[in-house]
């Protein structure tokens, strides 16, 4: 009898040992619980043929940041396909553009897979999430598909959790809190353990404006979440907004320096990166004094992890950090910048962060009406977009629009108008 995955997908395996380091392993993968890179070097050690379990190692360890480790592994994978399916072949195949950054070419691969092959899990998991394929696509409509993608897979899998948290976020994302938060609860009634559960959980918190409850909740969580697996430090990041918004200046720091910013989260470049200057930034907002060794030191890591323009998402908050901290040379290279999936918005988003940090209102006002019109494109979730939103907001106000400014919020983000 063939090997199968607990979704039921046959896996060219005939080890037991293999297929239970699998299942454990993508379980926690899909969970983003840590480990998920053990359990599949488990699977490959009983089967040192098994092609789908190296293929499924060097995604793990590619969301550990440990990129020369996980190109080693899709490498053994793309040795051991002689006895892969043509599903299994079909998923290496779509691993090999993900690692050579072929992004578009890589969305449609998952898109024509997920037809014939809905509960390859690993595989539509690329084009889940804001942070995915469709979420990084730097299209207007990127929200709108992304609901499309996983409304078109939900009955694919029933019962499932994971799915469940996905599709529940692309609910929340489109404006649907109130079924958002339904699913979410299903999801996390069949896995507590689910930190994307959590994650999306909290967004739509963010969204109701719950602050109380949304703080109270995600620490009562966090405290049984690994802090060195994925999502723990962006966790702490929605922890801190509600932190900001209490005003708990004595929780806020210990917080971002523990947990969020660089040397005290754990998780992936990009997310202490945008986590951290959104964070920042949103502080001076609020009216907290924010040292100024804090920018400098938020501008040498982005730097150092990205060092050249072409991932928009990490862009925008690198300019941010580079404005703030005065590093004229690095912010004039993002003003210039021509890679990436909305690199036409980086320019002049990075223009108006630089006029922001140097008080020049009219200036910085001109340049970020060049990007609001299609800031989604930019990435990121309407909670870590809301940077952008705010900041109109505030050079209006400085300009002294006040009444526009509330105009604008209430049309655009009305959880972010404060109450009169």
Request: with cysteine; charged share 20%.
């Amino acid at each position: 009898m063939a090997q199968q995955d607990l979704y039921g997908n046959a896996l060219s395996t005939r080890s037991p040992e293999a297929v239970a380091g699998y299942d454990a392993g993508l379980t926690a993968f899909l969970a983003a619980a840590h480990g998920a890179s053990d359990h599949f070097r488990s699977a490959v050690t009983a089967d040192p043929e098994f092609a789908l379990g190296h293929a499924a190692l060097a995604r793990a360890l590619m969301m550990e940041g440990r990129m020369a480790e996980a190109r080693t592994a899709l490498e053994k994978a793309q040795g051991c396909t002689a006895a892969a399916s043509d599903r299994e072949a079909s998923h290496i195949g779509i691993l090999v553009l993900l690692f050579q950054g072929r992004a578009a070419e890589c969305r449609a691969a998952v898109q024509a897979h997920v037809q014939t092959h809905p509960r390859d899990a690993l595989i539509a998991q690329l084009c889940t999430n804001v942070f995915g394929l469709i979420g990084f696509s730097g299209e207007v409509a990127r929200e709108a598909e992304l609901l499309a993608f996983t409304e078109a897979l939900l009955p694919q899998y029933p019962g499932d959790w994971w799915m469940m948290s996905m599709h529940a976020l692309s609910l929340c994302e489109t404006g649907q809190i109130h079924a958002s938060q339904v699913l979410m609860e299903k999801a996390l009634a069949l896995n507590p353990a689910n930190a994307h559960g959590a994650h999306f959980r909290a967004h739509a918190q963010y969204e109701e404006g719950d602050t109380e409850a949304g703080r109270a909740i995600l620490a009562d969580w966090l405290a049984g979440y690994d802090s060195r697996a994925l999502l723990h430090g962006h966790l702490s990041w929605h922890l801190a907004l509600w932190t900001l918004e209490d005003g708990d200046a004595e929780a806020l720091w210990p917080l971002l320096d523990a947990q969020i910013g660089p040397g005290g989260s754990r998780g992936l470049p990009i997310n202490i990166l945008t986590d951290t200057a959104a964070l920042l930034y949103r502080a001076e907002l609020a009216g907290f004094e924010v040292d100024p060794a804090r920018w400098r030191a938020i501008s040498d890591y982005a730097a150092e992890k990205f060092p050249e323009p072409g991932q928009s998402f990490a862009d925008l908050h690198a300019a941010l950090g580079h404005a703030m901290a005065g590093e004229g040379a690095r912010l004039a290279k993002l003003v210039e910048a021509s890679k990436g999936f909305a690199a036409d918005l980086i320019g002049p988003v990075a223009l108006a962060w630089g006029n922001v940090a140097r008080a020049e209102w009219t200036e910085a006002l001109e340049e970020l009406l060049r990007v609001m019109p299609t800031a989604q494109r930019l990435g990121g979730s309407r909670a870590q977009r809301d940077l952008l939103e705010l900041t109109y907001a505030n050079v209006l106000m400085k300009l002294g629009h006040s009444d526009e400014a509330r105009r604008t919020l209430a049309l655009r983000r009305p959880v972010l108008v404060p109450p009169t």
